[in-house]
DNA sequence: ATAACTGTATTAACACTCTTAATACACTTA
DNA sequence: TAAGTGTATTAAGAGTGTTAATACAGTTAT
């Protein structure tokens, strides 16, 4: 379900709050869904339990999990994330607009890729 | 000509790689014209030396700048350069398009979006 | 030649972050 | 009560980036 990529610079524990967000935002865990205990998934990635806690603890802060003390961490509603998702995505957008109209590509080349590979992939 | 961002969580060295190739790209530095000493860098930017030596000698190895050895270094022709920088862009373009794909992104919203972002900056 | 620039290399120390390890404590559930 | 949860703390280790001090070699102008 989750894997971590050691060539990756980012640390671990960023590399897990993107994993998690992502498998929610693709479906594969649903609100309220519980997320594996801080032990179970330290076991099964062969990490840390303290790094799992920090990765849990920055998607708590990000609203993306909420925490029952005793029970477990699980899911929150998604509506925020979907829309923070499409946000960032706007964001990437305009960032890679502007670095591609200083490189003189053209608006028309721009579009003419993101053609080609909203086709392909 | 060159500032240094502490915010950003990227070392020194490759801030400096970058913005040195950014410089080139725009046209502020031109092919064969020499870069400021190590030293002379060093102390403008309040910097060590070193950090300066490891940012040329990483610009050197991907062929941005050339050395002569007692003199300086110098931009290199930018021919390469340029032609890096427009793939550079088109493998950015296809990795955002495909995760707009994945957020249910349309390709009209990823086009609007670019049309905007291009017309405004 | 000499002085004052260049680049280059080496070694050591320091700081910061990430990760691990070993515990301990509080809450929940069967 | 036992076994599972989350949480907190402290210490140690590893890795990377940065600094500092120094040395050496090539170039250029005087």
Redesign the pocket.
Known sequence: MITIDYSDRR?????LVDKIKNLILIGLLKPDEQ??????LATEL??????I??A??EL?RQGVIY???????YVAQTTNLLAQHKEEIKGKIEAIVEEAKKANVTKEEVIEEVTKCYDKC
């Not at 640390?11 to 590399?15: A, L, M, V």
């Not at 925490?67 to 961490?73: I, M, P, W």
Request: aromatic share 6%; net charge positive.
């Open positions: 640390p671990i524990y960023e590399q997320l594996p205990s801080v032990r179970i062969s990490i840390n339990p303290n790094t806690q920090r849990y603890a708590e925490v029952v003390k005793g029970r477990g961490n």
